[in-house]
């Protein structure tokens, strides 16, 4: 094990700059694929305005002892405006704030946008340039573009819960959010490459988002075995289909590692270091294809090997002998592993709200050496940022008018 220590302490800087700056993304987006794309466009840099209505966006629902954990770590570096988007004076307001920015998400039901009067062809006749993301479960059309979209039924058609969990069980779904994770992260790729083109030709253009092609994509290849086999893929729990050994194992100490050796110098490496040096000219066990066919009676062995020591003692033993093994972590154990917090995978920030005034998130991710992100500021409140926002977009008059008839609702206003 690496040792334990405190996550690095960070405060956010309401200076900082990041390579996205000067980018103004308006997010009309609820729930996890839209606002993971826009934070990531926001830890770059980007002004990140949420559009809210006075409930606020989904996520701040999503609480953990009265405490909106999702929406703080999803939202950072965000501002936010909140508007009554039934009234027509608040989507009037939407179509002036788009004409200056570069681009704007959403994840309304298909259809629902046309009928709010904010369809691409209109977004686009007031910003040619504009990059407009579509986030929905099936797509903007298709047989399935009206159906409800959230990712755990995505993840059930993909493929995905079919091959997860064992033989004799269940199909099992993901524990998190799977579905909407690689569509957030699919989507900022593909934002950017889209602005890419909209600042090298000023043609902005519509990217459908659903959430089945991302997690469907990383199903692959799927088809073609399929093709090739006529056998569908079997749930084999923490085994893979592909290279043997690979399973997780249990410690006489009620911990679990995970093991990898799908090379066959790796293999031979573990055989020796577990003193089964004859195994590896064993028919069963002479090459990758014999190990698959013969999987249960190898990770038996291994299983007993390891069974016999304890977490840290089956860790040292495997790491000497330069095994691929590792241990399998829980959060209680991540809180103060050393590894993450040296590499800044979790951060701990400023709250107010939490136990001890600090809250860990995650830390900048991907990492880049000349613009490595920022923290400029914490998950917004609703309708923090509106005089911030609006009032040069609409003038203070304006501003202050539509303030006083409920367009535009302040903290508070729910």
């Known amino acids: 094990m690496n040792g334990t220590t405190m996550p690095h302490r960070r405060h956010f800087d ?23 794309l826009t934070k990531v466009l926001a830890d770059h840099g980007a002004e990140v305005v949420k559009v809210e209505p006075p409930e606020g966006d989904t996520l701040r629902a999503w609480r953990i002892n009265g405490i909106s ?47 709010m009067g904010l369809s691409p062809e209109v977004l686009l006749a007031i910003n040619p340039a504009l990059v407009i993301v579509r986030v929905s479960g099936w797509g903007q059309d298709g047989p399935y573009r009206h159906k409800p979209g959230f990712g755990t039924l995505v993840e059930g058609y993909s493929g995905f819960a079919a091959v997860n969990g064992f033989a004799d069980r269940e199909p099992v779904l993901p524990p998190m959010y799977m579905a909407d994770g690689y569509a957030g992260l699919y989507g900022a790729a593909t934002a950017m490459i889209a602005l890419r083109h909209a600042e090298a030709m000023g043609q902005g253009q519509v990217i459908d988002l659903t959430l089945f092609d991302p997690i469907h994509v990383m199903m692959e290849p799927q088809h073609a075995n399929w093709q090739l086999t006529r056998q569908p893929k079997p749930r084999t729990g923490s085994r893979s289909t592909n290279a043997v050994p690979r399973n997780a194992y249990r410690t006489s100490d009620g911990g679990w590692v995970c093991l990898s050796a799908s090379t066959q110098g790796m293999t031979e490496k573990l055989l020796r270091s577990i003193g089964r040096e004859e195994l590896i000219t064993d028919p069963r066990f002479r090459t990758n294809a014999d190990r698959v066919r013969h999987g249960e009676e190898l990770d038996a062995i291994i299983a007993g090997y390891i069974a016999a020591l304890t977490l840290e003692q089956t860790l ?10 590792g241990p399998i972590m829980d959060a209680q154990m ?23 005034g600090w809250l860990p ?52 206003d729910a």
Not at 73 to 82: D, E, H, I, W, Y
Not at 316 to 325: C, E, M
Not at 388 to 393: G, R, S
Request: net charge neutral; glycine share 10%; charged share 25%.
């Open 14 to 36: 309401p200076a900082a700059t990041g390579a996205l700056q000067g980018v103004r993304v308006v997010d009309l987006s609820r729930l996890v694929a839209g606002n993971l």
């Open 69 to 115: 954990t999702t929406w703080k770590t999803l939202s950072r570096n965000k501002l936010s405006v909140c508007l009554d988007l039934r009234n027509p004076e608040a989507i009037a307001v939407v179509k002036r704030m788009v004409a200056g920015a570069a681009m704007l998400v959403e994840s309304f039901r298909p259809g629902i946008l046309e009928v």
């Open 316 to 325: 040292a033993h495997f790491d000497k002998a330069g095994v691929t093994i």
């Open 334 to 356: 991540l809180e103060h592993d050393r590894y993450v917090a040296e590499r800044e995978a979790v951060i701990e920030v400023p709250d107010d709200e939490m136990p001890g």
């Open 361 to 412: 998130m995650h830390g900048m991710v991907p990492r880049l050496s000349a613009t490595p992100g920022i923290l400029a500021r914490p998950a917004p409140q609703i309708g923090e940022h509106n005089a911030q926002i609006l009032a040069p977009v609409l003038g203070e008059a304006e501003y202050e008018r539509l303030c006083r008839s409920g367009v535009v609702r302040g903290p508070g």
